[in-house]
């Protein structure tokens, strides 16, 4: 049963999610309301970047357990752009997808492109331009534009514009991506609202998600933060990578964070998907939102997840940093006459009727079908993780 939250001021109420936490015991797990059903976390989430999951469908993700997936709203704008999205009935009815849709603002894309390289576009302090290598138009991105793209998306969450950074970057930079971010974040609910008020839409309204920037600087962290908690945002992200330089989990910025936002404030730990990682950070004691392309893109290149042991024996949390599960390689030889389903303790279609043998020589064979049967394994095995985890938590052992 969802628990309404406070409300001062009528704008407010509207905007601020409606969420319902439960009372710190092994399942620390909390909802959130959405014009398209509860996403309740701890939870992976897949990237359908431009509005899909490759090699499966929106029926394939139903039978696995996916809760909602994350879409990029920059990459629907160059293709196919938000106006054919909108005459073939917004995102859902688009994608085919029933179920809550994140979508992303496209600041990972100010890292992945502009910071990489300069001629791809330039952050100025009031917007970013885009020039896409394909030698398209350019492409202005503003708070503004960005939050009324994803209302004519239709989303359920909207990822507020911000200045993304690596944790290498000098301290200068982090401290200017810093006030970007938070600048960028004001305009972004002022829009938010108006657009609200324009809509006046029934049930839940969206919700928008501030990521929160700093790098590997936690004072820098807790002052982004605190910014935007004081500029009236209820939902948050980890802004920037989340790995170290030397791709290790930045964990002590994930517990600085859990440190400073309100308890009943929803987590979106963009880009995150180790399964160690999420074990990691919900034993912190705060329930996530994760996404990531990692499992998807490991099934593609035969990498395939599996427990050790059965996932839920006996109601015990997952252990972080317990080897509690592996990963196997589908091409190895030993695999071509092995008449064992993937794993004994997964339910989804590959194991229930398929042998890692006829896997292998679908791979071999390039066929497809390897790719949908290997996805849809490595990402029920997210599910039941995040099954895990919502019912019993997570520790450090």
């Not at 920059?74 to 859902?92: A, C, E, N």
Request: aromatic share 8%; glycine share 8%; charged share 25%.
């Amino acid at each position: 049963m969802a628990c309404p939250a406070p409300s001062s001021k009528k704008s407010a109420k509207r905007n601020r999610p409606v969420l319902c936490k439960r009372p710190e015991d092994a399942s620390r797990s909390m909802e959130i309301s959405t014009a398209h059903g509860p996403l309740r976390a701890p939870c992976y989430i897949p990237d359908a970047t431009r509005g899909f999951v490759r090699s499966v469908d929106a029926s394939d993700l139903e039978a696995v357990g996916i809760p909602a997936l994350m879409i990029n709203a920059y990459h629907l704008m160059t293709r196919p752009g938000i106006r054919v999205v909108q005459r073939l009935g917004g995102l859902h009815a688009f994608a085919g997808w029933r179920g809550p849709i994140v979508t992303d603002s496209g600041g990972f894309q100010v890292f992945s492109l502009i910071r990489q390289n300069p001629k791809h576009g330039q952050i100025r302090d009031h917007e970013i331009v885009f020039r896409p290598p394909d030698g398209k138009d350019k492409l202005i991105l503003t708070p503004e534009k960005v939050v009324q793209t994803q209302f004519r998306l239709g989303a359920d969450v909207m990822v507020a514009l911000d200045d993304c950074t690596g944790p290498e970057a000098p301290a200068p930079e982090q401290r200017r991506a810093v006030d970007r971010t938070v600048a960028w974040a004001r305009r972004a609910r002022e829009e938010f609202e108006r657009q609200l008020a324009q809509r006046r839409s029934e049930g839940p309204p969206p919700l928008l998600v501030a990521p929160i920037q700093g790098g590997n600087d936690a004072a820098l962290r807790r002052h982004c933060a605190q910014a935007l908690i004081d500029a009236g945002l209820h939902a948050f992200g980890f802004g920037g990578w989340p790995l170290d330089e030397e791709g290790a989990l930045q964990l002590e910025m994930f517990a600085v964070l859990h440190e400073v936002l309100p308890p009943e404030a929803p987590l979106f730990a963009l880009g995150v998907g180790k399964p160690d990682h999420l074990a990691a950070i919900t034993a912190l004691g705060r329930p996530a939102v994760f996404d990531c392309s990692l499992p998807t893109r490991d099934a593609r290149h035969h990498r395939l997840y599996c427990f050790r042991d059965a996932p839920d024996p006996e109601g015990a949390p997952v252990v972080a940093g317990s080897n509690f599960y592996e990963r196997l390689y589908i091409l190895d030889k030993k695999h071509a006459t092995d008449p064992e389903p993937i794993s004994p303790y997964c339910d989804a279609l590959c194991c229930r009727r398929y042998s890692r043998g006829y896997l292998h020589h679908l791979f071999k064979c390039e066929d497809p079908l390897a790719l949908r049967l290997a996805t849809l394994h490595n990402l029920r095995f997210y599910t039941q993780l995040s099954d895990q985890l919502q019912r019993h938590g997570a520790t450090t052992g």
